[in-house]
């Protein structure tokens, strides 16, 4: 049965109706959206055909009616997420769930937040967030200073890092880095925390004039050479720059750094290291240290300090942030066994208020079925894994719906498999 709606109010309400019958069949209709996620939100027009076959359903939408995509998506089936890569003076990002103006993550091509306004129970489960937990890998330089990420504190976001690679020239012995929350030793040299933050924020202070009078003649040294101001310089071209620069002026900056840096802690790292990023606490992941991280869907942030020019914003946040800040932190809960059979074992690697996190791991030769409540997002850390039919290798992520709580995991390969998974807490 070929059925076409016109415009409808609710389109889930449609979706809901079409599995209910459990009769093969396809209809079309068109309805309005929003784009929430601009800075300047506007409604679409989006238009879509469904089709029910043997009770799995199929999908495209596109916002014009001639532009429809020739492949189906089968939201009854693990969903691969397309990746977007946002370049950054430190690095990149890598995104694979992230809906907002600076990029928009996919699904074989179609925006994932249009996939979701079809029907949000369908897809996410009864959680009431609007977006699915944020997944993205953080890809710093190898090169200290260009590759350490801003120094950061967060209000609301929560978020856990999984380091996956440690870059050997970087970090010769594996073990690199991140600084993490205040330094204990510094602290004790102070009556009290206020006279603590107090000193922090002079010595940031400090280093800031410094930092902003070497970004000055850097500027103009972009213009001269026809890049514009906001433009991302390489490390190799930056350091050339910063070379032809006052010796005294350099040697300024590298002292007042250090001053500031002997404020904050740093904690090793190496391959498998799991870090819980608790609100208000500062923290910057350093150079050549690769992580995937799994965070709650805000996008807030109070930038402390940078050892280069912050190309998004034109200030940063100290004094509000250093006011808000932790003095206390905690970086590595202990993993929770809560499943262990023949050839598979599951972790809780940490637990918030709105998600937890799991670690997969699969023997060779080994399955396991997954049973979740609402929706999960999952991605390949070592080996290969067949997830509902479906390959998953090394950084490759699914969103499994809650229209298929129930997913098959298959070592596919000859090495033993980690996956991690992320779960809402509803």
């Not at 699904?107 to 609007?130: F, K, V």
């Not at 205040?182 to 410094?210: M, W």
């Not at 969103?399 to 779960?423: E, F, T």
Request: one cysteine or more.
């Amino acid at each position: 049965m070929d059925k076409s709606l016109g415009t409808v109010a609710a389109p889930a309400r449609i979706i809901e109706e079409l599995l209910l019958d459990a009769v093969d069949a396809q209809i079309s209709f068109n309805f309005e959206f929003l784009n929430y996620y601009e800075a300047e939100p506007s409604t679409l027009q989006l238009y879509c055909e469904c089709h029910l076959k043997a009770g799995e359903l199929y999908c495209r939408i596109a916002a014009e009616p001639g532009a429809m995509t020739a492949d189906w998506i089968n939201l009854t089936a693990p969903l691969r997420l397309d990746q977007v890569t946002v370049p950054k003076p430190w690095g990149a990002e890598i995104w694979y769930t992230g809906i907002e103006s600076r990029g928009i993550c996919s699904i074989q091509n179609t925006p994932l937040p249009w996939l979701i306004a079809l029907s949000p129970q369908r897809l996410l489960g009864t959680t009431t967030a609007r977006d699915p937990i944020l997944l993205k890998i953080l890809a710093p330089l190898q090169q200290k200073v260009y590759g350490d990420l801003y120094l950061e504190l967060h209000e609301q976001k929560i978020e856990v890092y999984v380091v996956t690679h440690v870059d050997e020239v970087a970090w010769p012995d594996g073990k690199g880095q991140i600084r993490y929350g205040f330094s204990p030793d510094k602290l004790k040299e102070f009556e009290s925390p206020a006279a603590f933050k107090q000193a922090y924020l002079t010595a940031v202070n400090h280093y800031r004039s410094i930092r902003e009078a070497i970004d000055l003649e850097l500027d103009k040294i972009k213009v001269q050479n026809g890049y514009a101001l906001d433009a991302i310089i390489a490390p190799t071209l930056a350091e050339h720059w910063r070379a032809s620069l006052d010796d005294e002026l350099n040697q300024q900056e590298l002292q007042r750094r250090h001053t500031m840096e002997a404020f904050t802690d740093l904690k090793e790292l190496e391959v498998g290291s799991i870090i819980q990023v608790q609100p208000r606490t500062p923290h910057s992941l350093q150079h050549g240290v690769r992580v995937i991280e799994f965070q709650s869907p805000h996008y807030e942030r109070f930038i402390l300090s940078f050892g280069q020019k912050v190309l998004t914003q034109s200030h940063w946040d100290t004094k509000t942030a250093i006011n808000r800040a932790n003095l206390d932190s905690n970086m590595a809960p202990e993993p929770i066994s809560i499943a262990h059979e023949a050839g598979c074992e599951i972790h809780q690697i940490v637990q918030f208020p709105q998600f937890e996190v799991r670690r997969v791991r699969l023997a060779v030769n080994s399955s396991h079925t997954l049973l979740l409540q609402d929706y999960g997002i999952l991605i390949g850390v070592e080996g290969e894994v067949l997830v509902g039919g479906q390959p998953l290798t090394n950084e490759d992520g699914m969103l499994l719906s809650a229209m298929a709580p129930a997913q098959r995991l298959v070592n596919s390969g000859s090495s033993p498999a980690v996956l991690l998974l992320a779960v809402p807490r509803t």
